[in-house]
């Protein structure tokens, strides 16, 4: 098992505190079953929340590596070319089901785009260096991104089996009411 | 995977318990994943074979061959090789995640003993 025991919170998501006892955990904090529900209830929605955001993030994250490592593959076949004095003939396409031949002789050099309407030029070499890296970084957010949602999942756990184990006590001090009332009226 | 109380004073959850559950919520959530993974996994490797196939068909010299998002002019047996390599990794991958399935459905299969054994009805641990 992970250090999920002892993590209070992980990047600013609050941990859900696991409860030993029901009675002792309302006595402490001052509420009655109902309120205590309504404020777990409410913390599970919050949870949620963010669990949709980082799947979003997860899933731009998991868009962007098989973009890059396609990258990588273009520049190292332009390098592999490079010695062989043959140029590489491509069919790309120009515009939707429009596609142009295109002879590339000698690639000395490729552009890469670094978005907000940059493009800058690098040796081959330079731009796989610099790809590998980027392909790097994303793996490393998706890995961070993941023990995230592990975590916050984990929170969700713990608080749906609370709710669960607070509603039971619940009714259990309900039923022992109603006996203790019948008993004395008997 | 749904937990759902029972009435009836059931056994105290201790955390320990909770610890199991959690991971038992893990390993589900890997699951679905492994399984969208292996079917792309599939996927890939039938589009292989089917290139390979249509590779064998043809007659032509050059083929474009996709790379990136352009389709270099490769000779066949270039293209030939490089879908024999590419079928190599996918398969290898495919038993590679099939393996981990196996591996978490035998810890699920013990989780459910330790949680059933405890909780018995007042625990759910099946697919909705």
Redesign the interface.
Known sequence: ?ST??SATERRGIPAAA?V??VQTYLSQLNLDANSALAFLQERLQQYRVVEMKLLAQQRDVQAKIPDIE??L??VA?LQAQKGTGEA??????VSEGI?AR?RVEEAESVCLWLGANVMLEYSCEEATVLLQKNLENAKASLEVLIADL?FL??QV??T??TI??V??WD??QRRLRQTAASTSES | MQ?????G??A??T?ED??N???F??LN?RLHELDDEIKMAKEKNESLEDASNELILTDEEVV?FQ???????VPKEEVESRIEEMKEVTSKNVEKLEEEKELILAQMAELKKILYGKFKDSINLEED
């Open positions: 098992m999920s025991a696991f030993e006892d396609k990258c593959d273009v076949t590489v003939v491509a069919d790309f396409e596609y295109a592990q999942r984990d756990t713990i749906q089996v669960a184990r509603y039971n009714v259990h | 937990q759902a109380g029972s009435s004073s059931e105290e959850v955390w909770q610890q559950i959690n991971k919520g893990r959530n474009r790379i990136g998002e352009v389709f270099a002019h």
